[in-house]
C-alpha cells in the first residue's frame, strides 16, 4: 500500500492517466521488493483498464445517438415522402398501373419467386457463416420498401405504379414471409402483425391522409406536396449520412464474403426487374428499383424476434447501406438521362 501511494504522489495531480509509463518506470527503478513492484503493476493496470472502458462507454454512447437520430430521420423521411405521394397523386392513379394483369404477374414472379431462388442459391455458393447467411435468406423473401417512391421520382419513372407495387409488395410479404421462411429458415417464427404493423402506421396512414386531402382540398394539396417533396429529399440525404456514421465499421466486421453476396443479391435484383419490366422505360426502371428494395423493416422484424445472434442484423443493415450506394446513383443518372437535365 505504500509503494502505491508513493507511486500516486510522484505522479502530478491531474496527470496521472498521461503519466502511467512514467509511473511504472519509477516503480521499476525505486522498487526492489517484488511484492511492491507487483502490486504498483496491478494498480497501474487497473488503472488503465478503467480508462479504456470509460472510452469504450462513450464511444457507445456516442454510436448509440447516431443510431437514435438515423431511425428518426428516416421516420421523417418516409411519413413526410407518403404524404407527399398522397397530396400528388388520386387512388385511381395508384392503381391503374396494377390493372396491367402482365405487369403484376412481373413484379410479384421477380420479388416472390425469382429473388428467393437468388438468395439460396448466394447463401450456397458463397462461403457465409450460418448468421450471415440468415440475414441474406430475410432480404430475399421480405419485398417493397418505403424508398421505392423516391427512387422513382429521381429515376423519373411512373411514380403511381412505384407506390401501388409498394403497396402491393408490402402486402403480399405480410403473407409470404409467415409461409416461406420457415422452410428457408427452420428455426424462424414469423407472425403476420409485426411485418405488418410498421406498413399499417408509418406508410399507409400518411398515404391515406395524404390522398384524403388531394380528394377535400386540391389547392392545399398543391401547396403543401412541394414542400413535403423537399422535405422527404432533405431527410433521405440526412438519413444516409446518418446510418453510414452509425454502421461503417460494420462493413469490416462481416467480411469480403458478405459484403459480395450482399452485392450480388442486390445487383442480380436490379437486373430482374428490370428485364421483366415491359417495354416502357418508366415502368421498367421502376420495377428494377422495386426489385431490388427489400423490406427492411419486415426483416428487422423477423431478425430481432428470433436470433440472438447480432449480425444478422448487422447484415441486414449493411445491405441497405450498400443499396443506398448502389441504387440512388443509378436512379439519379436515369432521371438525368430521362430529362437532359439535372434531377429536382
Known amino acids: 500500500m505504500l509503494a502505491s501511494l508513493s507511486v500516486q504522489a510522484a505522479i502530478p495531480h491531474g496527470r496521472r492517466d498521461e503519466n502511467s509509463d512514467f509511473a511504472a518506470k519509477f516503480a521499476k527503478d525505486h522498487f526492489t521488493s517484488t511484492m511492491d513492484y507487483a502490486l504498483v503493476s496491478c ?5 488503465r483498464w478503467q480508462r479504456e472502458s470509460s472510452l469504450l462507454k462513450k464511444l457507445r454512447s456516442a454510436v448509440t445517438t447516431l443510431e437514435f437520430a438515423a431511425k428518426f430521420a428516416i421516420f421523417i ?3 413526410t415522402s407518403m404524404l407527399s405521394v398522397g397530396l400528388r397523386l388520386s387512388l385511381s392513379q395508384i392503381l391503374e ?3 396491367s394483369t402482365r405487369l403484376t404477374l412481373s413484379a410479384l414472379a421477380a420479388n416472390f419467386v425469382l429473388v ?5 442459391f448466394i447463401t450456397r455458393v458463397i462461403a457465409l457463416a450460418q448468421r450471415l447467411a440468415a440475414g441474406i435468406l430475410l432480404l430475399g423473401t421480405a419485398a417493397g420498401a418505403p424508398f421505392l417512391p423516391k427512387l422513382a421520382e429521381f429515376a423519373r419513372g411512373n411514380l403511381a405504379f412505384a407506390v401501388g ?6 402486402t403480399v410479404t405480410i403473407v409470404y414471409m409467415p409461409i416461406v421462411l420457415p422452410i428457408l429458415l427452420p428455426a424462424a417464427h414469423v407472425g403476420a402483425w409485426p411485418i405488418a404493423k410498421p406498413l399499417v402506421t408509418v406508410m399507409l396512414m400518411p398515404l391515406s391522409l395524404g390522398l384524403l386531402v388531394r380528394a377535400r382540398k386540391e389547392a392545399s394539396a398543391s401547396y403543401l406536396e412541394p414542400h413535403l417533396r423537399r422535405a422527404s429529399t432533405t431527410f433521405l440525404v440526412l438519413a444516409i449520412i446518418l446510418v453510414l456514421a452509425a454502421n461503417y465499421h460494420k462493413a469490416v466486421r462481416i467480411g469480403f464474403n458478405a459484403i459480395l453476396a450482399g452485392t450480388l443479391l442486390l445487383l442480380v435484383s ?19 428499383f422495386g426489385t431490388a428494395q427489400r423490406d427492411i423493416s419486415a426483416a428487422l422484424v423477423v431478425a430481432v424476434e428470433n436470433f440472438s ?3 444478422v442484423v448487422v447484415m441486414l443493415i449493411v445491405v441497405v447501406v450498400l443499396g443506398v450506394w448502389i441504387q440512388i ?11 437532359g437535365g439535372t434531377v429536382a
Open 77 to 79: 423521411f418516409v411519413v
Open 270 to 288: 436490379l437486373g430482374c426487374g428490370f428485364v421483366l419490366g415491359g417495354p416502357s422505360a418508366d415502368t421498367r426502371n421502376v420495377l428494377a
Open 97 to 99: 398501373p396494377l390493372r
Open 43 to 47: 494498480c497501474l493496470q487497473r488503472a
Open 165 to 170: 407495387l409498394m403497396v402491393l409488395l408490402m
Open 329 to 339: 446513383p443509378i436512379a439519379v443518372a436515369l432521371g438525368r438521362r430521362a430529362s
Open 309 to 311: 445472434d447480432p449480425d
Open 116 to 120: 428467393p431462388t437468388l438468395a439460396y
